[in-house]
């Protein structure tokens, strides 16, 4: 179950052992969990059962994203990421909609497509006609290689037949659109495409090629939206300043949405929480930044994942739509110990649950980038929540990172790394 509350004043405060002691008696970890986090998580046999020529392990961090408020429940987010700043904002701005009850979703069903390529058609229109009169039998012989995910209500759930132009010529195209439940379904939805792909062989008189499924899930989206007062977007509590930070915002926004260069760097600030939320949970999470970004210029210019406007009320408003091919059951969730810790942290039983924390993630970090962006720049928050990493590259002992961070912070100028090198000399009396 998620936790009681995901307000964990001065958690930033605690060294690192005591946070994790504090995570695991909120969200009641087992031992075993929380070690997960504090030793080497993964073993040389589990990777080496994962992929194939292993050498080693490779570690990021992992950090937790407080004040989530999603449906009505709290939630902690593990993060897997080595950018400064992405926690924090993520945090920052969950919280700033608490007022007016956190985010809200409205998922739809965990629908799935697998593509079946028919070329050499001499009739195409004759070969859809074909294959669509022959529904009914394909969805049942695609039913019968899964029984248990029918059990649970998923399975193969219709055909469709896309005529395409290619530099080939007419290319016949099958989707199968299969619901996976609580699994990415990437096995399930291929092995029922290679099952039928005789039966589309001949009904079309053409050759299948490819049978495999496809990353950009138009039927499996993850949808959140979240209001944020004036006051909120104060950091003073003061309604005028907060109007001037909507303002500044939806100026932001509107430049994402309509300039496919700006969007880019725009969708990349919200996958900077949605890809290491999912690489923190063991999901396949080149297959999410690959289908978030292709929605993004599904049938129109490359433009915004999020949409941002003002209500009548002078309120914030905030949505996101997005493919979110995710799971529960199968893949590295299953192996990876800390998947299943940070899993565990989340309190989910559901794929749909993880799509839509994921999403209410990257909706947060979006805003935190626009806020930011809108008021002081990037650069001056990020750069400070990056100050010891600056300093740790300039050769600084594990003694002297604070008094340098100290001195850096207490001297008012800007933080670059020649002004972090310069307060090092000044420490060591150089």
């Known amino acids: 179950m998620p936790v009681d509350n995901s307000r964990l004043k001065g958690f930033y405060k605690l060294s690192v052992p005591e946070r994790r002691q504090k995570l695991a008696d909120i969200a009641g970890l087992t031992e075993e969990q929380t070690n997960a986090w504090a030793d080497a998580e993964l073993s040389e046999d589990t990777a080496d059962r994962m992929i194939e020529n292993v050498v080693g392990r490779y570690s990021l961090p992992i950090g937790v994203a407080t004040n989530f408020i999603i449906d009505d429940e709290h939630y902690l987010v593990p993060f897997v990421v080595e950018e400064a700043s992405v926690v924090a904002a993520a945090s920052n701005m969950a919280k700033r909609c608490q007022a007016k009850g956190g985010f809200r979703s409205d998922n739809t069903d965990p629908i799935m497509i697998g593509q079946i390529q028919i070329v050499g058609c001499e009739n195409p229109e004759e070969s859809r006609d074909l294959i669509l ?104 509590g003061e309604a005028s300043q907060g109007s001037e930070v909507i303002e500044g915002v939806l100026q932001a926004y509107h430049f994402a949405a309509a300039d496919p260069f700006r969007a880019t760097t725009h969708n990349k600030g919200i996958m900077n929480a949605i890809s290491p939320i999912a690489i923190a949970c063991g999901q396949d999470w080149r297959a999410i930044e690959s289908g978030a970004h292709s929605y993004c210029a599904h049938e129109k210019q490359y433009t915004s994942m999020t949409h941002w406007e003002k209500d009548s009320d002078g309120n914030l408003v905030g949505s996101i739509e997005c493919p979110m091919a995710v799971g529960l059951v199968g893949g590295a969730v299953r192996i990876h110990p800390g998947a299943q810790a940070n899993v565990a942290l989340l309190g989910i039983k559901s794929a749909n649950d993880l799509a839509k924390v994921m999403a209410a993630a990257g909706m947060a970090q979006n805003l935190g980038a626009l806020r930011a962006l809108a008021t002081v720049g990037i650069q001056a928050g990020h750069m400070k929540l990056h100050l010891k990493n600056m300093i740790s590259s300039a050769g600084a002992k594990d003694e002297e990172i604070d008094l340098v961070a100290n001195m850096v912070k207490e001297s008012g100028e800007r933080i670059t790394m020649a002004t972090v090198e310069a307060a090092l000399l000044k420490i060591r009396g150089d």
């Open 133 to 236: 009169a022959a529904k009914d039998e394909l969805i049942q012989s695609c039913n019968d290689v899964d029984p248990i995910l029918v059990k649970f209500g998923g399975g193969c759930k219709d055909v469709e037949v896309r005529i395409i132009e290619t530099m080939s010529g007419p290319m016949v195209i099958v989707h199968i659109l299969v619901d996976c439940r609580d699994a990415m379904g990437a096995n399930a939805v291929n092995t029922m495409a290679e099952t039928i792909a005789p039966k589309i062989e001949s009904l079309s008189k053409g050759t299948v090629i490819l049978r495999i499924i496809s990353n950009l899930a138009i039927h499996r989206l993850a949808r959140v939206s979240a209001t944020f007062t004036p006051e909120e977007m104060s950091d003073k």
